[in-house]
C-alpha cells in the first residue's frame, strides 16, 4: 500500500511540474505554483531557507523521500525503468558507492555555483534538466496541440481556449535537450537510478544526509532466504542481500524491495525498532 501511495504521488507532481512547464496561461500556476517553490536546488538557489530546512528535515526523518516522490527528473526516470522492467524484470545487481565520484561531482558543482556560471551548473541541475526537456521538445507540441484545439473551438462557436504563438527554441537548446533525454532515458533503462546516484548533486548532498535517517528500510537476517530478489528490484542498487544491509544514502526510499520480499523480511521503520530486533 505504502509503495503504490508513493508512486501515485510521484505521478501527480511529475504531471503537474511538467504542466507548469508548458502553461501558458498562468491557470496551473496559480493553483499548483507551490510545486516549483519546494523544489530543492531552485530553493538553495534563493536562499529559501524555510523549504530548504523542511526538505532536509524530512530526509533526516524519512530518508530520500523527495528524490522518490517530488523531483520529476528522478520520477521520469522510474518510469523509463519500469518500462524497461516490463521486458526485463529483476535485472539490477547491487554495486557498491562510487563515493569519490559521488563528491567530486558536488565539489565542482559548488563551485560552478559560486563562480556564477549558470549555464554549465544548469546541466546537472535535476529541476533545471527536467524542465528543458519539457519545454524544448514538449512545449511547441503542446502550443500546436492548443493551436488545432482552438481551431475546432471557433469552429463551434466557443472562444474558450485560444490561439498562441508557437516558439520554437534554437538548434542548441533543443540538442541539450534532446542529449539529456537520451542520455538519461538509456541510464535509467540500463542501470535505474544511477543518475541519482552518482552524477546528481541534490542526490549526492540528501544522500548525505540520508544515511543518519530516522525511518529506514532494513533487512532482517533471521527471516531472510537469501534469494536476492530485493537486490535484483532494487533501482537504486543499494541492497547488499549477502549481508543483509542497505545503503541509506543511495536508497531513494522506492520501497520496491518490501513488495518483492516474499518472507516479508525487509522492514521500514524508525531505527530503535530496528535495534530492538537486533
Sequence with gaps: MARRLRIAAAIACMGLVTLLFLDFTGTIHRSFGWLAKIQFLPALLVVNVAVVAAILLATFVFGRIYCSVLCPL???????????????????????????????????????????????????????????????MLGPLYGMGNNLLAQFAERSGSYAVYRVDVWLHGAETLGVAIGTFVVLAVLAWRKGRIYCNTICPVGTLLGSVARFSFFRPRIQAEQCTGCGLCARDCKATCIDSANHTVDLSRCVLCLNCLESCRKGAITYACKERHAQNL
Design 74 to 136: 528522478g520520477v521520469f526516470q522510474d518510469v523509463v525503468s519500469r518500462i524497461a522492467g516490463w521486458k526485463r524484470p529483476h535485472r539490477f545487481k547491487p554495486s557498491p558507492e562510487r563515493t569519490i565520484l559521488r563528491y567530486s561531482v558536488l565539489a565542482v558543482f559548488i563551485l560552478l555555483v559560486i563562480l556564477g556560471l549558470g549555464s554549465v551548473f544548469a546541466l546537472l541541475a535535476p529541476y533545471s534538466a527536467y524542465g528543458r526537456m519539457v519545454a524544448a
